[in-house]
């Protein structure tokens, strides 16, 4: 398996713009995260999906960030508008049901200039 | 809202055994304890996990105190590539979708 899969691997957008980051989880995974890492705030957990359905999206920072699981093969997190300070890696990580384990993938390095 | 103590970092040689230590004094009796690590610039990789007994695995060997208040991993030969942050995290089986990373311990290994 290629691993969780996420893209662009680098976003440098402008203030206001909107942004849509990419996930596609590890096959046969029910559960898929969205994670965002700051030098200030550390790894913080957005927001969590069981079998395409959001389960616990209390970290989303505000109304401006979404996120979506279509099918059990795709993610989407979405900022609009986007802010400096929304500056960050993005991380999405997968698992599987009755595992410990989360696997992530290789981040996504969002720029908000 | 943290629930583990670690040291901010550590070095340790080449070749030798790093042991990495974490303090999780209000665990529960439901929560497991996981160790993650993050290369630089990388997402964080699994390392491994335990409820009250020691774990090993090709990675790494995880010890737990008797009263589950404290626990170590251990690299038993630290190499170069060893070198990244440390996450110890302490979650419930049922809700171990809620890790809380911290600042874990930025392990330094050294030629």
């Known amino acids: 398996d290629a691993g969780v899969i996420q893209s662009p691997r680098h976003e440098v957008t402008e203030m206001g713009q909107e942004v849509t980051l990419r996930c596609k989880p590890i096959?046969?995974?029910?559960?898929l995260f969205w994670y965002r890492q700051t030098m200030m705030r550390g790894l913080e957990l957005l927001i969590y999906?069981?079998?395409?359905?959001?389960?616990?999206d209390s970290g989303m920072p505000e109304d401006r960030f979404s996120a979506k699981m279509p099918n059990a093969s795709f993610s989407t997190l979405k900022i609009q508008p986007s802010e400096p300070r929304d500056s960050a890696v993005y991380f999405c990580?997968?698992?599987?049901?009755?595992?410990?384990?989360?696997?992530f993938g290789p981040g996504t390095r969002l720029t908000v200039t | 809202d943290a629930k583990t103590t670690q040291p901010p970092s550590m070095d340790c040689a080449e070749g030798r055994a790093a042991n990495l230590p974490c303090n999780h004094s209000?665990?529960?009796?439901?929560?497991?304890v996981y160790w993650y690590r993050q290369i630089h610039s990388q997402g964080p990789q699994y390392i491994i996990h335990?409820?009250?007994n020691n774990e090993t695995n090709e990675m790494a060997s995880l010890i737990i105190t008797e009263d589950r208040k404290s626990s170590t991993l251990i690299l038993p030969h630290a190499t170069l590539r060893d070198t990244a942050v440390y996450y110890c995290?302490?979650?419930?089986?049922?809700?171990?979708?809620?890790?809380?990373f911290g600042t874990g311990t930025s392990l330094t290994v050294i030629p």
């Open positions: 209000t665990i529960s009796g439901n929560e497991y």
């Open positions: 999906f069981n079998n395409n359905v959001p389960i616990d």
């Open positions: 096959s046969g995974h029910d559960y």
């Open positions: 990580a997968s698992r599987a049901r009755g595992v410990a384990e989360q696997y």
């Open positions: 995290i302490v979650a419930s089986w049922n809700t171990g979708n809620q890790f809380y």
């Open positions: 335990g409820l009250k």
